[in-house]
């Protein structure tokens, strides 16, 4: 385990923002992740536990306490079932189940971050999320003091939200069980149009499982949603905001103030909420910031909206956080100005808030 003071977070985050930590701890086991949360809870330690930093706003302060960053390797697929450890690269970890011929995770390639991460928000993408093949997840419990299974039912899983999001200080995820399908090399059902187009299928289709990889690694790509460290519109974490779930009232609130701000002929993105959220529409945080007149690039701080993707807030390379949040703060104001809508962060933030 090795154990740095006063070591600076912002190196471990995609945005390279935020302040230093009071100690860093690096954990290759889960006996030493699970030593490390034991010490700080016994001694009152504020503990922020970190994958790859990829949904991470830390304040410029840092963070008075310890950070664990979670560096455990494990692959292990035995048939059809996958188990990750938790500091698996997760986009690695998807290339090799394609690789296997298996389907199920093909289309959240290119997502940055750690395996562990992907139940806390639920990851998903291109019409998967990792809650429709996650069976099971090994955590350390800090109410119970020990190891405990969660199963899918367990996770409370919902869009970009579980369990362990809506209780964030209570598990430090281990493990992570999928099972993956055999489809004799094919992708799992394409559910995602832009996917099915650049493929030239049918939504509902399937594809070879590595074209179905390719394609979503291209398009990421062409939004900046793939990290490269020369391009400045990956240092983000992937969607700024999430995208609003509304009531059938609330819905028809924001209908009446598009056409009176956009005209009559013009409709609002209008999606069914899935799973969570019966009878409730979600729609696109991205059009909202657009016709809200945030569009791409803008801004003339170091911190801006990509240049590829309205929904990325990025650092041109000087930002500090405080110029991120203030930037998240004016789209937030400008889209609520607009449209009655008050966007939320999709990335955690550490030590400051919206
Ligand atoms: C360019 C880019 C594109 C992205 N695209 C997508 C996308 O398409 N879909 C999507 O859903 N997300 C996307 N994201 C967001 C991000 O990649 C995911 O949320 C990812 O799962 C975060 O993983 P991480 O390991 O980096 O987590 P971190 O940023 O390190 O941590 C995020 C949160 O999870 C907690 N956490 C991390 N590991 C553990 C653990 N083992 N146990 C308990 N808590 C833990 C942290 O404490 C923190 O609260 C994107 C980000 C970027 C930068």
Redesign the pocket.
Known sequence: MQVLHDAPLAPL??FRLGGPADRLVTATTDAEVIDAVREADATGTPL?????????VIGDKGFAGTALR?ATTGFELTGTTLELA??EV?TDAVARTVDAGLAGIEC?A?????A???P???????GQEVSSTITEVI?YDRRAHETVTLTNADCVFTY?HSR??AD?DR????RVRFALEDAGGLSAPLKYAETARALGVEPGDRVPLAEARETVLKL?AGK????DPEDHD?W????FFTNPILTDEQFAAFHARVRARLGDGVEPPAYPAGPGHPGHTKTSAAWLIDKAGFTKGYGTGPARISTKHTL?LTNRGEATTEDLLALAREVVAGVREAFGITLVN???TVGVSL
Request: charged residues 5%; without cysteine.
């Open positions: 985050t995609t922020l536990v970190i994958g790859g930093g990829s949904n991470l979670i938790a500091g997760w959240l290119g997502i940055p971050g750690s562990g991460a992907t806390i928000q639920n990851v998903g993408a291109y955590a970009r362990f999001k964030p598990y430090v995820v281990l990421r900046g949603m793939v990290l990956t983000s974490a992937g969607s990325a999709e990335p955690v």
